[in-house]
């Protein structure tokens, strides 16, 4: 499922299963995205211009596939909600 986020803010978003996500750890690595993805949790891109979009089940590798095959730069990171859900967070630089 794709989705585009809305309520987000500075260090927090709102995900499409209604949890609240903070940084956790704002730089990973290719195989550490990979692994959370093959654990199946949520890819999240963040857009220039704030725009967030959520990805999840049969989504979130082609979300992944996009980001390693991009022009600009793009890096990742973990994020967690209060209850231990987690989920990667592709950030796209201009």
Not at 53 to 67: G, I, K, S
Request: cysteine-free; aromatic content about 12%.
């Amino acid at each position: 499922m794709r989705r585009d986020l809305a309520n987000a803010r500075m260090g927090q978003f709102v995900g499409a299963d209604w949890r609240t996500y903070s940084i956790r750890e704002p730089r990973i690595g290719a195989s550490d995205v990979e692994a959370l993805i093959e654990d199946g949790w949520p890819v999240v891109t963040y857009f220039a211009g704030g725009r967030l979009v959520w990805h999840d089940e049969d989504d979130a590798w082609p979300a992944w596939a996009d980001a390693r095959s991009a022009t600009e730069a793009v890096t990742a990171g973990r994020w967690e909600s209060p209850d231990g859900s987690l989920a990667v967070v592709l950030v796209w630089h201009d």
